[in-house]
T-cell receptor, first 117, second 110 residues
Framework: EPEVTQTPSHQVTQMGQEVILRCVPI?????FYWYRQILGQKVEFLVS????????KSEIFDDQFSVERPDGSNFTLKIRSTKLEDSAMYFC???????????????FGPGTRLTVL | DQQVKQNSPSLSVQEGRISILNCDYT??????FLWYKKYPAEGPTFLIS?????DKNEDGRFTVFLNKSAKHLSLHIVPSQPGDSAVYFC?????????FGTGTRLQVFP
């Protein structure tokens, strides 16, 4: 069964450093998302991406964050200068094209645990 | 901003019995609702969904009920199995994004 994959599973970084989290969405999906979950809190939406541009972003997704689809398979989240409060599980998700049978359903990867020291 | 609420943090059910997980929402603009199951150190796994124009959707042991007038939905699992033990999240879709509840930890015991 197709699935979303994410690398690395765990990333440790120093405050102020740049990190790139990587995702490979399900191959025929066209919508891509990033969410995060701070320990003990809700899963929160960060950004959605379609047709090589951001379609929606939350207040959390400030200028320190960026997303990119560098090739036909990868989808990345970059944090330019990490802060302690960026420590969280980051989940990538994808969904079908609009009008597809399961368009409204987002399928999640296993997550990357980011620890900022 | 508590737009999606799961008021029960935990639920314990005997194997073979019915598990009922509840979710309330405040925003009438939500047009689609989903239930996800999550194990520790894994991502949310999609279970079942329902459009706001329906009041019931069934898939095997899982049924979701939507009461729009009460802004309430519930997930029924019957019969419950030990492998169902996990955290269950209710989510509502508006525009592109999902708004998640805080989750309910379900434990199914023999």
């Amino acid at each position: 069964e197709p699935e979303v994959t994410q690398t690395p599973s765990h990333q440790v970084t120093q405050m102020g450093q740049e990190v790139i989290l990587r995702c490979v969405p399900i191959s025929n999906h066209l919508y891509f998302y990033w969410y995060r979950q701070i320990l003990g809190q809700k899963v929160e939406f960060l950004v959605s991406f379609y047709n090589n541009e951001i379609s929606e972003k939350s207040e959390i997704f400030d200028d320190q964050f960026s997303v990119e689809r560098p090739d036909g398979s990868n989808f990345t989240l970059k944090i330019r200068s990490t802060k302690l409060e960026d420590s969280a599980m980051y989940f990538c998700a994808s969904s079908e094209r609009e009008g597809g049978y399961s368009y409204n359903e987002q399928f999640f990867g296993p997550g990357t645990r980011l620890t900022v020291l | 901003d508590q737009q999606v609420k799961q008021n029960s943090p935990s639920l314990s059910v005997q194997e073979g019995r019915i598990s009922i997980l509840n979710c309330d929402y405040t925003n009438s603009m939500f047009d689609y609702f989903l239930w996800y199951k999550k194990y520790p150190a894994e991502g949310p796994t999609f279970l079942i969904s329902i459009s706001s124009i329906k009041d019931k959707n069934e898939d095997g042991r899982f049924t979701v009920f939507l009461n729009k007038s009460a802004k309430h939905l519930s997930l029924h699992i019957v019969p419950s199995q030990p492998g169902d033990s996990a955290v269950y999240f209710c989510a509502a879709k508006v525009t592109d994004k999902l708004i998640f509840g805080t989750g309910t930890r379900l434990q199914v015991f023999p």
